[in-house]
T-cell receptor, first 109, second 115 residues
Framework: GQSLEQPSEVTAVEGAIVQINCTYQ??????LSWYQQHDGGAPTFLSY????GLEETGRFSSFLSRSDSYGYLLLQELQMKDSASYFC??????????FGQGTELSVKP | DAGVIQSPRHEVTEMGQEVTLRCKPI?????LFWYRQTMMRGLELLIY????????DSGMPEDRFSAKMPNASFSTLKIQPSEPRDSAVYFC?????????????FGPGTRLTVT
């Protein structure tokens, strides 16, 4: 089977840095994606890692270690608007995406 | 482009009724995905299509669920008969083919309530 593990919730203060970890067990792994979802909204794409290492996009960075079946999403200079759920998702060859259960991030003033 | 379009946005129906959810993907996208989201089960992939052909329907919960994609610009997800446990938000998403980009674009979702 396949599984993804990520913390259910994380709390941080404005301006801080937070890291959301994701471990996975799957066959046919192609890459790891991250999506953001605000309450009542649709998931939106944040980043994708196919190779080991760090990908940086503005305040957000994502890391992958294929040998450890592990990745993380790093959010810097947290803002109130970053309060949302964050999902890691395993990308399979052929386009299939399997999502983790999501991490609810609360940013406090 | 207007993005992925879903209709209706909200649907309330009684147990036993047929429900049809509709999706228009982004023009030019080869892949179309149907997901269901609930608090208990999270975001589950139900079925996906490539060039209008169903590729993987292993996530479809049971025979009451069916999906079609008659052309590149339209897909339906049908539940017949509906049950209270089908209450969820159903998302449609589309993407380009792998190799051209891996981002899936989600529609606003249809919130289904079965009483």
């Amino acid at each position: 089977g396949q599984s993804l593990e990520q913390p259910s919730e994380v709390t941080a203060v404005e301006g801080a840095i937070v890291q959301i970890n994701c471990t996975y067990q799957t066959s046919g792994f192609y890459g790891l994606s991250w999506y953001q979802q605000h309450d009542g909204g649709a998931p939106t794409f944040l980043s994708y890692n196919a190779l080991d290492g760090l990908e940086e996009t503005g305040r957000f960075s994502s890391f992958l270690s294929r040998s450890d079946s592990y990745g993380y999403l790093l959010l810097q200079e947290l803002q109130m608007k970053d309060s949302a759920s964050y999902f890691c998702a395993v990308q399979h060859q052929g386009g299939k995406l399997i999502f983790g259960q999501g991490t609810e991030l609360s940013v406090k003033p | 482009d207007a993005g992925v379009i879903q209709s209706p946005r909200h649907e309330v129906t009684e147990m036993g009724q047929e429900v049809t959810l509709r999706c228009k993907p982004i023009s030019g996208h080869d892949y179309l995905f149907w997901y269901r989201q609930t608090m208990m089960r999270g975001l589950e992939l139900l079925i996906y299509f490539n060039n209008n052909v169903p590729i993987d329907d292993s996530g479809m919960p049971e025979d009451r669920f069916s999906a079609k994609m008659p052309n590149a610009s339209f897909s339906t997800l049908k539940i017949q008969p509906s049950e209270p446990r089908d209450s969820a938000v159903y998302f449609c998403a589309s993407s380009l083919a792998p190799g051209q980009g891996y981002e899936q674009y989600f529609g606003p979702g249809t919130r289904l309530t079965v009483t």
